[in-house]
């Protein structure tokens, strides 16, 4: 099956500080889907991003489908968004409507 | 829009028993949901599909006996744990996908907020 990798793994920042969060996969996608998980479990949705570019207030995200690879900038970081971030996958060679395949997350702490 | 809820958000139970626990689309229907089951602090892992109006499909490795799908309407599917046992304690969650073909997001999925389930 298709493989998901996340980094980095671990992510400890200062409030206010930027980061990148990378996710590469091994096969082409018809869906990618970033999320961030709240300490209470709720996945939140982040991004639909298949492909292209999308921004969303201090978030955005960029699929480079050719490449296999996307990425989820956060800017000035606030502690609320601690949590676990979570990349997930359909690949092409599946149905459209099938489960996704996550990445194992990467853990951000935002310190104040 | 888009918003799936569970019930119940959490359940403790006696070994042997089975627990039944519900996912809703609440604003759309949704044909197809999914079951995802996540150990502390690992990723999801998909447990199986569920269809409406037709069996489910279970990932390899997942008992379909153990954990019987009914997906009885167009915004309703059950997970029900049989014979529950320690080793079924986890965080299971369900998502559904808004499934209309003509929006370019089609198979972009919403999560319910999951329900925790102990067994003693």
Redesign the interface.
């Known amino acids: 099956g298709i493989q998901v990798e996340q980094s980095p793994p671990d992510l400890i920042l200062q409030e206010g500080a930027n980061s990148t969060l990378r996710c590469n996969f091994s096969d082409s996608v018809?869906?990618l889907?970033w999320?961030h998980q709240n300490p209470?479990?709720?996945?939140i949705?982040l991004f639909?991003i298949p492909s292209g570019t999308k921004q969303n207030g201090r978030l955005s995200a960029t699929t480079v489908a050719t490449e296999r690879y996307s990425l989820l900038y956060i800017s000035s970081s606030q502690t609320t968004d601690s949590g676990v971030y979570?990349c997930?996958v359909?690949p092409h060679s599946g149905g459209?409507?099938?489960?996704?395949?996550?990445?194992?997350?990467t853990h951000l702490i935002i310190q104040p | 829009g888009a918003v799936v809820s569970q019930h119940p958000s959490w359940v403790i139970c006696k070994s042997g028993t089975s627990v039944k626990i519900e996912c809703r689309s609440l604003d759309f229907q949704a044909t197809t949901m999914f079951w995802y089951r996540q150990f502390p602090k690992q990723s999801l892992m998909l447990m199986a599909t569920s269809n409406e109006g037709s069996k489910a499909t279970y990932e390899q490795g997942v008992e379909k006996d153990k954990f019987l799908i009914n997906h009885a309407s167009l915004t309703l599917s059950t997970l029900t744990v049989t014979s529950a046992h320690p080793e079924d304690s986890s965080f299971y969650i369900c998502s559904a996908i808004v499934g209309f073909l003509q929006l370019s997001s089609y198979n972009e999925q919403f999560f319910g907020p999951g329900t925790r389930l102990t067994v003693l």
């Not at chain 1, 459209?96 to 997350?105: E, I, Q, S, V």
Request: hydrophobic share 40%; net charge neutral.
């Open positions: 018809n869906n889907q999320f209470w479990g709720q996945l949705n639909y979570f997930a359909i459209g409507a099938d489960g996704l395949t996550f990445g194992k997350g």
